[in-house]
């Protein structure tokens, strides 16, 4: 069995493997005690797709929440590695812009390249 202090320092050490590899270091972390979760917080998008491949988070999930009239983006990916859940977080604010950008087909398309009579 690992001892609490072996298992605060495989997470601490997860976390310096991650930016010796060239990550941006989370911008928050925390770990609960007895080390049974372990949450970052990153800044970026690209920060977040870097960690959970590199911690290899197989769970996704996306919350979208309204903050006190601001539309926030809560992505999360999450792994179990002995017995300590880990959690990867980004919150994004997001616009009215992004919410009509669910409502299309196809959102790498440039509306208005669409003839009058397409729309």
């Known amino acids: 069995?690992?001892?609490?202090?072996?298992?605060?320092?495989q997470a601490f050490g997860l976390i310096a493997e991650g930016v010796a590899a060239g990550l941006s270091a989370p911008w928050r972390l925390y770990l609960a005690r007895g080390c049974r979760y372990l949450s970052l917080s990153v800044g970026d998008r690209t920060e977040?797709?870097?960690?959970?491949?590199?911690l290899g988070c197989p769970e996704l999930s996306v919350r979208v929440y309204d903050a006190g009239g601001e539309?926030?983006?809560?992505?999360?990916?999450?792994?179990?590695?002995?017995?300590?859940?880990?959690?990867?977080?980004?919150?994004?604010?997001?616009?009215?812009?992004d919410l009509d950008r669910l409502?299309?087909?196809?959102?790498?398309?440039?509306?208005?390249?669409?003839?009058p009579e397409e729309r």
Do not use: F, K
């Open 48 to 54: 977040w797709n870097a960690w959970r491949t590199h």
């Open 1 to 9: 069995m690992v001892t609490e202090l072996a298992t605060r320092a």
């Open 71 to 97: 539309i926030r983006r809560s992505s999360v990916a999450e792994v179990v590695l002995d017995g300590c859940r880990i959690s990867v977080e980004l919150v994004e604010e997001v616009s009215t812009d």
């Open 103 to 115: 409502l299309v087909a196809d959102p790498t398309a440039d509306p208005t390249t669409v003839e």
